[in-house]
C-alpha cells in the first residue's frame, strides 16, 4: 500500500444563524420564530448566489417545559438560517444584515470542486508510489518486473476541523454588529492506493 497527501486551504463556510423564542402557547412560539426566519430570509436571499452564497433552513423545532410536577409550564422553540459558500465576504456580510437573528456556528470545509481536483491529485502521488513501491519489491527479489493482480483506492479529508471563530462574543452579540471575522485554516486530503502484484 502507498498513500499520498495534499495540504489545501478550505475554500468553504458555513455560517449558520440561530433564534429561540418562549411563550404559554406552542402556536405562538411557532410564529414567532416564523416570523424571526421569514426576516432573516429576506434580509439575506438578496445577495444569494449559487456557490458562493446558498441559504437554506435549517434545524426548526418547538419543545414543552416542564415545571417540577411534570407538568408542561410553557414551550421553548428553535429556528435556524444556514449560510454557506465560497465567497466569505458575502456570507459574513448577510449575516450582519439578518437582525433577528444570531451567529450560532462557524465552520469551514472544501467546496465539491476543490474536493474532486485535491482528491484526483492525492490519488496520483498514491498511484506513483505503490508503482515505485511495487518495482522496488519485485527488483529486490531479483524479478524483472510485476503485474498488478487487484487494486484499491480510498481517499479521504483526514484534517478537516470546524473551526470556531470568536464565537462566545458572536452568540452574545446581536448580529447587526459589524460582519464577524473569519480565518478557514487547512485540510489535508489522503489517498490510499493498495493491491497485490506479482512479481514476475
Known amino acids: 500500500s502507498a498513500t ?22 406552542a402556536a405562538a412560539v411557532q410564529a414567532e420564530l416564523r416570523k ?7 434580509q439575506v436571499k438578496s445577495t444569494a448566489q449559487p456557490g458562493q ?15 417540577r410536577d411534570g407538568k408542561i409550564s410553557g414551550w421553548q422553540g428553535r429556528a435556524e438560517l444556514v449560510l454557506e459558500g465560497r465567497d466569505f465576504d458575502r456570507i459574513t456580510q448577510a449575516a450582519a444584515r439578518a437582525t433577528s437573528m444570531t451567529i ?13 481536483k485535491v482528491e484526483g491529485e492525492a490519488q496520483a502521488l498514491a498511484i506513483d508510489r505503490f508503482k515505485a513501491k511495487a518495482a522496488q519489491i519485485a527488483k529486490a527479489f531479483g524479478f524483472a518486473g510485476y503485474t498488478l493482480r487487484e487494486v484499491s483506492v480510498q481517499s479521504d479529508d483526514s484534517g478537516f476541523q470546524p473551526r470556531m471563530y470568536g ?15 473569519v480565518e478557514p485554516g487547512k485540510t489535508t486530503v489522503q489517498a490510499t492506493v493498495s493491491g497485490t502484484v506479482q512479481a514476475h
Open 104 to 116: 450560532g456556528n462557524v465552520a469551514f470545509g472544501l467546496s465539491r470542486e476543490q474536493r474532486a
Open 4 to 25: 499520498g497527501q495534499v495540504e489545501v486551504q478550505q475554500d468553504l463556510l458555513t455560517l449558520s444563524l440561530s433564534t429561540t423564542r418562549e411563550g404559554a402557547e
Open 36 to 42: 424571526a426566519l421569514d426576516a432573516a430570509l429576506a
Open 53 to 67: 452564497l446558498d441559504v437554506r433552513t435549517g434545524d426548526f423545532s418547538v419543545h414543552p417545559r416542564h415545571n
Open 167 to 181: 464565537m462566545a462574543k458572536a452568540q452574545a452579540m446581536s448580529a447587526e454588529a459589524a460582519p464577524v471575522p
